[in-house]
């Protein structure tokens, strides 16, 4: 059985000819989280990317469950769901059809009460109908996070995911990062806030070596 998610190794990533950080291994098992850590610029999300398969690596490697080799495209959306600074909403579209273009992307079928119940459990059942391009950023932020509820995948990769949260909408997202560990789900992602996880999970210095979670 696979005791693990994700493993990179040795990882260095480089920007305009300088390093930002280099000799970076991790492993992520099932029922993990991961929060990396470190100053703005060091390259968090550099890393993300990375280990989505966003971007290429200087050095080093990703490997997943399913494979032996890097994984170059990115991964199955089955396997990650990757939610970055973007969010990759369409602005045009309302916020139900934005998480049924995004199922579909991903292969799967969604209905429309099943993309207004994801909303409607980030407190944004209100708002399903209207187009992106008219919601707060903290109520576009509760659209990205209703995505992770219609989402299949084990490893979540997640960038800032409370930015622009109000209390309760923390607290709901919070509850919805728990619930995924509960469920034998992992996460690997970045924040300034206190995400408050529960279970196996570790705080990853970026620029400071190995980590297992």
Known sequence: MVSWVLTATDLACQKAQRTLFEGVSLAVSPGSWLHIEGHNGCGKTSLLR???G???AA???VLWPASSQPTHPRPDRSLL???GHALGLKPDLSACENLRLDAQVSGLSLS?????QALALQGLQSRAHLPVRVLSQGQRQGVALARLRTSPAKLWVLDEPLVGLDVQATDTAR???QSHLD???AIVMTSHHDVGLRG???RFQLGAGACTA
Request: net charge positive; aromatic share 4%; proline share 8%.
């Open 54 to 56: 966003l971007s290429p």
């Open 50 to 52: 990375i280990l989505c």
């Open 175 to 177: 509850s919805l990062l």
């Open 112 to 116: 429309l009460a099943q993309a207004v």
């Open 59 to 61: 050095r080093g490697q």
């Open 200 to 202: 196996p999970g570790s």
């Open 81 to 83: 769901h990757y939610m």
């Open 183 to 185: 469920a034998g789900g």
